[in-house]
C-alpha cells in the first residue's frame, strides 16, 4: 500500500511541477479531481497524498483545491472522470483500477503515468 502511496505522489510531483513553473494568475489554486470507487472506505494512498501534498507547501482551500468523490461504481466514477475533464480540472487522481479504467474511458486529452 506504501508503494501505491508513493507512486501517487511522484506522479503528482511530474504533473505538479508544471503549474509550478508556469505563471499563474494570482490567487488562482491549482483544481486537482480525485475519486475512487468504494463508498464504505477511502483508498490508501489518499492520506499520504494529502500529507505530502502539504510537505509540499500545497494548503487545502489556498493553493489548491481538492474535490474528492467517492463512487459507488464504475459508472459513477465514469460520469465524475468526465465531469472533471469538463471542468478542466489541473489534475485528476484515479485510486484503484475500477476508476482509473472510468478516468481512461472519460478522456483521451490526459497523460497518463502508471507506476507499473
Do not use: C
Amino acid at each position: 500500500m506504501r508503494l501505491i502511496g508513493l507512486a501517487v505522489v511522484l506522479a503528482l510531483n511530474l504533473f505538479t511541477a508544471p503549474l509550478n513553473a508556469e505563471a499563474q494568475r494570482p490567487g488562482t489554486a491549482a483544481r486537482v479531481g480525485l475519486f475512487h470507487v468504494g463508498l464504505d472506505h477511502d483508498p490508501p494512498g489518499l492520506a499520504p497524498l494529502r500529507e505530502s501534498l502539504k510537505r509540499l507547501g500545497y494548503e487545502e482551500g489556498k493553493n489548491i483545491h481538492l474535490d474528492y468523490r467517492n463512487q459507488a461504481n464504475e459508472e459513477a466514477a465514469r460520469n465524475t472522470a468526465r465531469a472533471s475533464a469538463t471542468e478542466r480540472v489541473d489534475l485528476i487522481v484515479a485510486f484503484e483500477d475500477q476508476a482509473v479504467r472510468a478516468a481512461q474511458t472519460a478522456t483521451s486529452a490526459i497523460r497518463w503515468s502508471s507506476p507499473t
